[in-house]
């Protein structure tokens, strides 16, 4: 099974929030490069954090400088509503794209994408909120539902080929209270490869994960708790940032510090085999 670090990016300051929402910055770009390959992660997940909603992209030199580094598959999301931005990433660096508003946006672009860059190469982000019983799929930044039921957007997908999703819960965005199993449950029946990101803060999270989707092609893509293990460990990620890292690790919101490093969970998956 994949384990996957996912960083929310604004402008070239790495940030988190709560819910897509009240995003604080954790660090720059040039300062948390040596902290990701001190924690030895394997893949990285780059989120643009506002770029659907204002009609903007991840900068180009993140994926160009993170791949000179660190030799690790790179997945790009956010602002991504056109095959020709999408080959430009792929040309600085990034391995996969991940398409959320502009595939609901253009209806053939996903077909087009498949045809021109590979299935492997392309991830449909999928970002859900349990509304009335049910989970609904929502396009610019979790701000607009598209009405479409989660069950009805994994059938379509699998007519066209079962590509890999990447679904993130936007309830439980930043919260680390856990994984929901409900939610997990109801991709059982999809047959392409699956990411889940949202609430992921433990070895619980991972397992529960593991036998509900035993499949070494999914993953886990974890952000906040991968990001309080770094602050745990005092590495000097940047200067004169209100770090979102340092202000949760005391904060009142939750009387436990949720953090796991990539390697807990690797050696975790691996005692499991």
């Known amino acids: 099974m994949r384990v996957i670090h996912r960083f929310d990016f604004k402008g070239k ?3 988190k929030g709560i819910n897509f929402e009240g995003l604080r910055p954790i660090a720059n770009i040039d300062k948390i490069l040596r902290a990701w390959g001190e ?3 394997k893949e990285i997940h780059f989120q643009g954090a506002t770029t659907s909603l204002h009609n903007t992209l991840l900068d180009y030199e993140i994926v ?4 000179n580094i660190l030799s690790m598959p790179i997945t790009v999301g956010g602002g991504i509503k056109s095959i020709e931005i999408a080959k430009k990433l792929i040309t600085h ?12 946006l253009e209806k053939n672009l996903l077909e087009k994408a498949i045809d021109e860059l590979g299935e492997s190469t392309i991830v449909v982000s999928i970002d859900v909120s349990k509304q009335n019983g049910k989970y609904f799929c929502f396009i610019n930044n979790g701000r607009d539902n598209t009405g479409v039921i989660l069950e009805d ?3 379509e997908l699998q007519a ?10 936007i309830e439980r965005d930043g919260l680390c209270l856990g994984i929901d199993s409900t939610l997990v449950n109801l991709l059982k029946n999809y047959k392409g490869p699956i990411v889940l990101s949202g609430g992921i803060h433990s070895k619980e999270d991972v397992n529960c994960f593991r036998e509900i989707l035993d499949n070494e092609s999914n ?3 974890i952000g906040r708790a991968f990001h309080n293990y770094i602050l745990s460990k005092g590495i000097e990620t940047g200067e004169g940032l209100p770090f979102a ?3 949760e690790l005391t904060d009142s919101f939750s009387s436990n510090i949720k953090m796991i490093s990539p390697k807990e969970i690797e050696l975790f998956l691996e005692a499991k085999k």
Not at 64 to 67: D, M, V
Not at 93 to 104: C, K, L, P, S
């Open 153 to 155: 957007r994994l059938q």
């Open 160 to 169: 066209i080929g079962n590509p890999e999703i990447l679904i993130t819960n």
């Open 93 to 104: 660096g990034a391995d996969r794209i991940a398409m959320n508003t502009g595939f609901f």
């Open 64 to 67: 160009k400088i993170t791949k």
């Open 219 to 221: 993953g886990l893509s």
């Open 245 to 247: 890292s340092k202000f």
């Open 13 to 15: 300051n790495v940030v």
């Open 39 to 41: 924690l030895e992660i």
